[in-house]
C-alpha cells in the first residue's frame, strides 16, 4: 500500500514536472517571438526613418530652385545700341546687341560705375539670357524701339543663390559675390527693386549652361518620348510571351530553360542592357544616338522580364474553374485565353506593366551607354530628335560645379519621384479597381 501511495506521488511529480517544462518552454518561445516582433517594428522604423532623413534632405535643398529671382529695370529699346533700322529684317533682329541694351539699364540704374572690373560684375547682376527675352518683346512689338518700358528680369545665379540665403540662420551665402555687388543687391533690396517669384523656367525650358535658366523640360519630354516606344513595345511582347509559356507551351527541357533565362535576366544589372543596346542598335543596326528611339528599345529589354514574369503569376491566379467551364460550353483554347483568361488577368498585368515603367523611368546607366548623357539644349519634338532623360539630367547636374546646380539637382530628384509615386499609386489604384475575388 505504501509503495502504491510513493508510486502516485512520483508520477505526480514527473507529470508536474513535465507541465513547468512545457510552460517554460513555452514562455521562452513567446519571448523569442516578441523579441522578434520587437526587431521587426525597429527594422521598419529604421527604415522609415531614414527615408524621411532622405526625403527632409531632398526637400530643404530643392524647395529654393522653385522660385527665381527678379530685378526690376528700366529698359530703352535704343535702336544705335541694338544696331537696328528695320525689324522686318530677320538677319538686323538676330545680330542685334539687346544684352546691350540690358548693361545700359544697368549703368543708368547704378551710376559712376567705373572700372573694367566694376563694370564686368555690374553686367553680371541681370542673367545672360535677359537679351533674348527682350528680343523676343521687341519682334512681338515693333512699338517698343526706341521706347523705355520697365521690366522685371531673371537674376544671375550668384545672385540668386546670395539673395535666397539672406534670411537664412547662417547668414547669406558670399560665393563669388563681393561686397560691391553685395551693396547693389542691398540697394535693389531697400527699393523694392528685387522679388522672389515662381521659377516658370525650371518647367518650360531645356537644359543650359547658365543655371538660372536651366529647366527640365527638354529632359522631361524625353522621357516621356522614350516611354511610349517602351511601354508600346515591351506590354503586348510580354503578354504575348507570359500567354504563350502559361497556356499552350509544352512542358519539357527547352521551355523550363526559357523560363530560367527569364528569372535570370530580371536579377541582370541595367548596365549590361545599355551594352547590348550599343552593339546591337546602334553599332548593328546603325540607330542614331541620344534619341528616345533607342532608348526606349533598350529600356524595352530590360522592363520585358518583369512584364513577362507578373503576366504569368497574374494568369496563374486565375483559376482553373474558368477555363474548364469555357471549355465545356465548346470554347476553343484561344477563345479561353481571349475571352475569359486575358480579361481577369489583365488587371495584374497591368500592375506589372506600371511597375516596370517606373522601373524605367529611373534607369540612368542603360541610357548612358547609348549616348543620351549628351548636352541637349533644345525640346525634343520626336522619337528620332536628341534628347536626354530626367535621370541623365540630374546626373549632368550633380557634377556641376556651380552651386546653383545643386538646388536644381534636388529639385529635378523632387520631380521624378513625385512621377515614380504617381505611377506607383496608379498601379495600386487600378489593381484595386479591375481585380476580381473568387
Not at 338 to 355: D, N, Y
Amino acid at each position: 500500500m505504501t509503495d502504491l501511495k510513493n508510486g502516485s506521488v512520483k508520477q505526480a511529480n514527473l507529470n508536474l514536472s513535465r507541465t513547468e517544462i512545457i510552460e517554460r518552454s513555452l514562455a521562452k518561445r513567446y519571448r523569442a517571438e516578441k523579441r522578434f516582433r520587437c526587431y521587426g517594428i525597429m527594422a521598419i522604423v529604421f527604415g522609415l526613418m531614414c527615408v524621411a532623413l532622405l526625403f527632409t534632405d531632398i526637400i530643404s535643398k530643392g524647395y529654393k530652385a522653385f522660385a527665381q529671382t527678379y530685378i526690376q529695370l528700366e529698359v530703352t529699346y535704343d535702336a544705335n545700341i541694338l544696331g537696328i533700322t528695320d525689324l522686318n529684317d530677320p538677319q538686323q533682329v538676330a545680330l542685334g546687341d539687346f544684352q546691350g541694351i540690358v548693361k545700359q539699364a544697368l549703368k543708368n540704374r547704378f551710376e559712376g560705375v567705373s572700372g573694367r572690373k566694376a563694370k564686368r560684375e555690374l553686367y553680371g547682376v541681370i542673367s545672360n539670357g535677359a537679351g533674348y527675352r527682350l528680343r523676343d518683346r521687341l519682334v512681338a512689338n515693333h512699338q517698343l524701339l526706341n521706347q523705355s518700358e520697365t521690366l522685371w528680369l531673371v537674376a544671375d545665379d550668384d545672385i540668386d543663390t546670395y539673395y535666397k540665403s539672406m534670411g537664412s540662420d547662417a547668414g547669406p551665402f558670399v560665393g563669388r559675390m563681393s561686397e560691391q555687388r553685395q551693396g547693389w543687391i542691398e540697394q535693389l533690396t531697400e527699393a523694392d527693386e528685387v522679388e522672389l517669384r515662381f521659377n516658370r523656367n525650371f518647367f518650360v525650358q531645356g537644359d543650359s549652361r547658365e543655371p538660372e535658366l536651366a529647366g527640365i523640360r527638354g529632359a522631361a519630354m524625353g522621357s516621356l518620348f522614350t516611354l511610349i516606344i517602351t511601354i508600346l513595345l515591351s506590354f503586348p511582347i510580354g503578354v504575348a510571351a507570359a500567354v504563350y509559356l502559361e497556356e499552350f507551351a509544352p512542358r519539357n527541357r527547352w521551355t523550363d530553360l526559357i523560363e530560367v533565362n527569364i528569372n535570370n535576366l530580371a536579377a541582370v544589372p541595367s548596365i549590361i542592357f545599355g551594352l547590348l543596346g550599343l552593339a546591337i542598335f546602334i553599332n548593328f543596326f546603325h540607330v542614331p544616338r541620344s534619341v528616345p528611339l533607342v532608348g526606349g528599345l533598350v529600356l524595352t529589354l530590360m522592363t520585358l522580364p518583369t512584364i513577362i514574369i507578373s503576366s504569368r503569376a497574374a494568369i496563374k491566379a486565375v483559376p482553373p474553374s474558368i477555363r474548364e467551364a469555357a471549355i465545356g460550353v465548346g470554347a476553343s483554347p484561344m477563345q479561353v485565353v481571349l475571352h475569359h483568361v486575358l480579361p481577369l488577368a489583365m488587371p495584374g498585368m497591368m500592375t506589372g506593366a506600371i511597375i516596370g515603367m517606373a522601373q524605367a523611368l529611373g534607369e540612368t546607366a542603360p541610357l548612358l551607354m547609348i549616348g543620351m548623357v549628351a548636352f541637349i539644349v533644345d525640346v525634343p519634338g520626336g522619337f528620332t530628335d536628341p534628347s536626354t532623360v530626367l535621370p541623365v539630367q540630374i546626373f549632368l547636374w550633380a557634377d556641376s560645379p556651380e552651386r546653383a546646380f545643386m538646388e536644381k539637382t534636388s529639385a529635378a530628384i523632387m520631380v521624378l519621384l513625385a512621377f515614380l509615386i504617381v505611377m506607383n499609386t496608379l498601379a495600386v489604384i487600378l489593381r484595386k479597381k479591375m481585380e476580381r475575388r473568387w
